[in-house]
């Protein structure tokens, strides 16, 4: 398999040759920064297409298809019109904290975004406790939402911060168990350990069923973390016209709605991640033929594929479930997310201390 | 190296907001109108403060988060190298599980945990 690290030392050999070693790393930290925002910029409006896409389909109807073929250049045009728009001034909001939401929305994004292993030696943050550190950075976002919302002086956006707020730290808690039963069963936090422990099978097939159990709540937090699907009373429209963003106009909307699908990819890139094995190929022990076909297809394939798997799921559920009310959302996730999971955890520790995996 | 690469990618995020934000000032129309600074409510001048006192509900969940989480933060230490503690890692950690989770009941059977 293809080992992107092969690229990142024949670039870091040639810059060395012709530059002192500072200006090679300078270099090499600048091209890191606009692959990185490049990644990210295409990430997001491929995500803006696929959602409208997939919820014509749901509909019954065709989604974007006059701007470029199959209207796949919709999106780029949407951000280009959002980018020409007035940013209006408002009169009596507080315009330090107005102009830092996007900034902290972005940033806690971005940082989850560059610990994601996109494929074999293509991963630019990886600390030793990096799922740790994933969650850390991407509780951050929250603030960001909860700032946004009381800094526009404005009731709607003041209840939907709120709403969200509330929201997203109870899912947290599931998100947090859901992710320390994979570490249990894995051993290491660092997200190069938990990929490369996945290699003979992914850990939603030998980790029995706490796995799968810690695989579904995930999946139902994660929807619940980015405000989508049944979860999106931050932005109920019949309710809070659009919720802690209303006052935001111009590309500062532009921000909360990139952060939105990049957030839908990066739970969907953890979910793979930690359940269904990262870049690793699917290997079924003793087929090996099977094996070596699969190590053929490239990393960065797999795990695109399996996070755009995920992400369709979670936009399947959109359009499937109704909205909850604020007080069946937090009855769910504290009185029967939060019990199971700790259940499930317990469980997960009996069989790695009895060593009941297979 | 990677705390510097958080830095970069740090840098990377910010540079995002500010690039944008700064093409989108240059190339963005300007016009002032006092009615266009108003919020976004009604149609009609909004009454009273938007920063008010709201729901105490919110701060009850926000408290217990505060405690399961610091627990959550507690557990992944503990998680790593549970292969190596075997059972007596679980039992200490049972005591400390036990206590949180009599908080959980404690807050349920107060009705904490309901939307009132």
Known sequence: ?358 | MNSALFVVVLITGLALVGAALLIAGLISPRSFNPQKGEAYECGIPSRGESWMQFKVGYYLFAILYLMFDVETVFLFPWAVILKDLGVAGLINILFFMVILILGLVYAWKKGALEWK
Not at chain 1, 73 to 88: H, P, R, T, W
Not at chain 1, 187 to 211: C, D, K, L, R, Y
Not at chain 1, 238 to 252: F, K, N, P, Q, R
Not at chain 1, 305 to 329: C, H, M, N, Y
């Open chain 1, 1 to 358: 398999m293809f080992d992107f690290s092969i690229v990142t030392h024949w670039i870091d050999n040639l810059l060395r040759s012709v530059m002192p070693g500072w200006g090679a790393l300078l270099v090499e930290f600048v091209l890191i920064g606009v692959v990185l925002l490049l990644l990210y910029a295409v990430l997001a409006l491929f995500y803006i297409y696929f959602e409208r896409k997939v919820c014509a389909f749901f509909q019954c109807r065709l989604g974007p298809n006059r701007v470029g073929p199959y209207g796949i250049i919709q999106s780029v045009a949407d951000m280009f019109k959002i980018l020409i728009k007035e940013l209006i001034s408002l009169n009596h909001i507080d315009k330090f904290l107005f102009n830092l939401a996007p900034y902290l929305v972005i940033v806690a994004s971005m940082l989850a975004f560059g610990c994601l292993p996109f494929g074999r030696g293509l991963q630019v943050i990886d600390f030793n406790i990096g799922v740790f550190f994933l969650i850390a950075v991407s509780s951050i976002g929250v603030l960001g939402i909860l700032l946004a919302g009381w800094s526009s002086h404005n009731k709607f956006t003041l209840i939907g911060a709120l709403r969200s707020g509330a929201q997203m730290v109870s899912y947290e808690l599931s998100i947090g168990f859901s992710v320390l039963t994979m570490v249990v069963f894995a051993g290491t936090m660092s997200i190069t350990g938990i990929v490369e422990a996945q290699a003979n099978g992914w850990f939603i097939f030998t980790g029995h069923i706490p796995a799968i159990v810690a695989f579904l709540i995930y999946l139902v937090a994660g929807t619940a973390e980015t405000n989508r699907g049944p979860f999106d009373l931050p932005e109920a429209e019949s309710e809070l016209t659009a919720g802690y963003h209303t006052e935001y106009s111009g590309i500062h909307f532009g921000f909360f709605y990139l952060a939105e699908y990049l957030n839908l990819f990066i739970v969907a890139g953890v979910a793979s991640l930690l359940f269904l094995g990262g870049w690793m190929p699917l290997h079924i022990p003793g087929w090996e033929s099977f094996n070596a076909i699969m190590d053929y297809i490239p990393s960065v394939i797999w795990f695109f594929g399996k996070a755009v798997l995920i992400s369709f799921v979670i936009i399947w559920f959109k359009w499937t479930f109704p909205r909850l009310r604020i007080d069946q959302l937090l009855k769910l996730e504290w009185k029967y997310l939060l019990p199971l999971n700790l259940v499930n955890l317990f469980i997960m520790v009996l069989i790695v201390i009895f060593g009941l995996h297979f």
